[in-house]
């Protein structure tokens, strides 16, 4: 038989009148499903983060590693020297450059690690800043100091800081490691050990050793010592530096080592 106009528009709609939408209830339901879910895959999230950034920092300081192999090459296998810590100020090795202006003539003088950067022995100079770097002395803070080869400071003398500390030898001795004669298991970089705000990571650092490797140590194999560093940016005593850094550099040696 065939259909009037009305029965067929009415068996048209018929399966719009029949749907259902979802309930307030439903819609809240799913919402708490998905908080749930991303509540429980933010600690995984954060994980694969700070292992990316670890491997980022690892890198850096294989890189930084290269640098030093090839300057050493070139000066009589000599390691880059520091000033700071020929002046047993351990405290200030992180620090790459020294910008002053005495006379108005401005000047700016390299030291440790910076002497890689000077003589570009670096394919970049962001090796030398960690990405999980949360406290004092970003990459941004210094960032205008590598556009132009001339900087010109405001005022007076200041530091420019990588995120690494740098040893040129072992605290409290006085003779600069040498290429050739530098142990294979010997600490020659960190991450920050400046200050309390110089870390890099929360649990832990990198430790870069003498034949090129990284070895990664914990908070608890350094202990107490970490907690003696200042935690703003004040510079303590000679002789407490040569003390504490010797036993921060030993407790984490040993636990490179293992």
């Given at each position: 038989?065939?259909?009037?106009?009305?029965e067929?528009l009415?068996?048209?709609?018929?399966?719009f009148?029949?749907?259902?939408g979802f309930?307030?209830?439903?819609?809240?339901?799913?919402?708490?499903?998905?908080?749930i879910?991303?509540?429980?895959?933010?600690?995984?999230?954060?994980?694969?983060?700070?292992?990316?950034?670890?491997?980022?920092?690892?890198?850096?300081?294989?890189?930084?590693h290269?640098?030093?192999?090839?300057?050493?090459n070139e000066?009589?296998?000599?390691f880059?020297?520091?000033?700071?810590?020929e002046q047993?100020r351990?405290?200030?090795?992180?620090?790459?450059?020294?910008?002053?202006?005495?006379?108005?003539?401005?000047?700016?003088e390299w030291?440790?690690?910076?002497r890689l950067?000077?003589g570009?022995?670096?394919?970049?100079?962001?090796?030398l800043?960690?990405?999980s770097?949360?406290?004092?002395?970003?990459?941004e803070?210094?960032?205008?100091?590598?556009?132009?080869?001339k900087?010109?400071?405001?005022?007076?003398?200041r530091?420019?800081?990588?995120?690494?500390?740098?040893?040129?030898?072992?605290?409290?001795?006085?003779?600069?490691?040498?290429?050739?004669?530098?142990?294979?298991?010997?600490?020659?970089?960190?991450?920050?050990?400046?200050?309390?705000?110089?870390f890099?990571?929360?649990?832990g650092?990198?430790?870069?050793?003498?034949?090129?490797?990284?070895?990664?140590?914990?908070?608890?194999?350094?202990?107490?010592?970490?907690?003696?560093?200042?935690?703003?940016?004040?510079?303590?005593?000679?002789?407490?530096?040569?003390?504490?850094?010797?036993?921060?550099?030993t407790?984490?040696?040993?636990?490179?080592?293992?």
């Open positions: 038989m065939k259909k009037t106009p009305s067929s009415r068996a048209t709609n018929r399966p009148q029949n749907a259902a309930s307030l209830i439903e819609l809240l339901i799913t919402l708490a499903i998905i908080a879910l991303f509540s429980i895959m933010m600690p995984t999230f954060s994980i694969v983060r700070q292992s990316a950034e670890k491997l980022m920092c690892m890198n850096n300081l294989r890189a930084i290269y640098g030093i192999n090839v300057f050493s000066h009589n296998r000599r880059p020297l520091s000033k700071y810590a047993h351990y405290q200030q090795t992180m620090a790459m450059s020294v910008i002053s202006n005495p006379l108005g003539d401005f000047a700016q030291d440790g690690l910076g950067y000077e570009r022995y670096l394919d970049d100079c962001k090796c800043f960690c990405a770097h949360h406290g004092l002395h970003p990459y803070d210094y960032e205008g100091d590598f556009v132009s080869e900087t010109v400071p405001t005022a007076g003398t530091l420019i800081y990588t995120n690494y500390q740098y040893f040129d030898r072992q605290p409290g001795t006085n003779n600069p490691f040498m290429l050739d004669s530098v142990n294979q298991e010997t600490m020659i970089v960190s991450d920050g050990l400046r200050t309390q705000s110089d890099n990571h929360t649990t650092g990198n430790a870069l050793r003498g034949d090129g490797h990284v070895s990664w140590f914990g908070n608890k194999s350094v202990g107490y010592k970490l907690e003696m560093l200042p935690e703003d940016q004040t510079e303590i005593p000679e002789k407490r530096q040569v003390k504490l850094f010797t036993e921060i550099w407790s984490i040696q040993l636990d490179v080592n293992k």
